[in-house]
């Protein structure tokens, strides 16, 4: 089982950059490949960012591609979301997720892959 808490969310103004952490515990998160997906009021959850478990991959939805920067750390069981070049319509909650995958290369980008998810932190950007 394994427990995930976000931290790093705010109110922020377009162009600004955050970087968004994702605790993982209850489990080494070196066996798991993770995702950030976020929600905007009135949306679907959509998927933003997938890395491999080895970090050696890397996938971003084409509305933050250039812009956001996932990765992490498995010697401190944590990951990251690196937000740079906010715009408004970024505006929403961002979740981080895990997926248990065998192969070390895997990202996954659909949330139906994913066991394990956060509580979300809301991102807000003022225009």
């Known amino acids: 089982q394994v427990q995930l808490v976000e931290s790093g969310g705010g109110l922020v103004q377009a162009g600004d950059s955050l970087i968004v952490s994702c605790a993982a515990s209850g489990a080494t998160l070196s066996r798991f490949a993770m995702g950030w997906f976020r929600q905007a009021p009135g949306k679907e959850r959509e998927f933003v960012a997938g890395?491999?478990?080895?970090?050696?991959?890397?996938y971003y939805a084409d509305s933050v591609k250039g812009r956001f920067t996932i990765s992490r750390d498995n010697a401190k069981n944590t990951g990251y979301l690196q937000m740079n070049n906010l715009k408004p319509e970024d505006t929403a909650a961002y979740f981080c997720a895990a997926a248990a995958a065998s192969y070390s290369g895997t990202v996954f980008d659909t949330d139906d892959s994913y066991s394990y998810w956060g509580q979300g932190t809301q991102v807000s950007i003022s225009s």
């Open positions: 890395i491999s478990r080895s970090g050696s991959s890397r």
